[in-house]
């Protein structure tokens, strides 16, 4: 009997676990380097990204053009979203490796702040991308910090930026869990 509601507990308990990392969208989209882009973060990504397309679309005149509603349009879209979120991971890791965390928080820091200054940046981010400052920071300022962080030790020691990135994608360990995608040992593809 004892077995039966140990049994009934455990399963409970996965169940729990199971719906939270769903309703949290937890679970992977992307592997890096057994490092996890969740389906969370994709998705808020995406979300911006549509939108910031669709409001360039308007400034151009295309506001009622049903070039986002196409498969082809939002698979791209996905499939850059993909690479860009893949390339933020090993300029990450390639950061930790040279760089201690507070002085690359530091550095990072600053470089947000020399780009922002004193600019109306929170109602930019809000039209232009549908994000709060908070998100945008997140989502954009800071993986661009990092990549110039990166581009500009790499220039220091003589090396080109593009080859770097290049060695980082062939050595990487990459799984895509998003039906349509994969990764080709040095980029992503659609299926």
């Known amino acids: 009997m004892k077995k039966i509601w140990f049994l009934i507990l455990v399963l409970i308990g996965i169940s729990v676990f199971g719906s939270w990392v769903i309703l949290?969208?937890?679970?992977?989209?992307?592997?890096?380097?057994?490092?996890?882009?969740?389906?969370?973060?994709?998705?808020?990504?995406?979300?911006?990204?549509?939108?910031?397309?669709?409001?360039?679309?308007?400034?151009y005149g295309k506001e009622n053009s049903d070039l986002f509603d196409a498969e082809e349009v939002r698979q791209e879209i996905k499939r850059a979203l993909i690479s860009s979120l893949i390339e933020n991971v090993l300029i990450n890791e390639e950061l930790n490796k040279e760089i201690n965390s507070l002085d690359l928080e530091k550095m990072i820091d600053e470089k947000i702040e020399k780009a922002v200054g004193e600019k109306e940046i929170n109602r930019a981010a809000e039209s232009i991308y549908g994000l709060s400052y908070d998100n945008f920071k997140t989502q954009m300022l800071i993986p661009q910090a990092k990549k110039e962080i990166l581009e500009e030790k790499t220039a220091l020691k003589g090396e080109n930026f593009e080859e770097k990135m290049e060695e980082l994608k062939s050595k990487a360990k990459v799984m895509i869990f998003l039906s349509g995608f994969e990764w080709d040992g040095k980029e992503v593809i659609i299926k």
């Open 24 to 59: 949290t969208e937890s679970y992977p989209v992307v592997l890096v380097n057994f490092k996890i882009i969740g389906a969370g973060d994709f998705s808020r990504n995406y979300a911006s990204s549509l939108f910031y397309y669709k409001n360039a679309a308007k400034v």
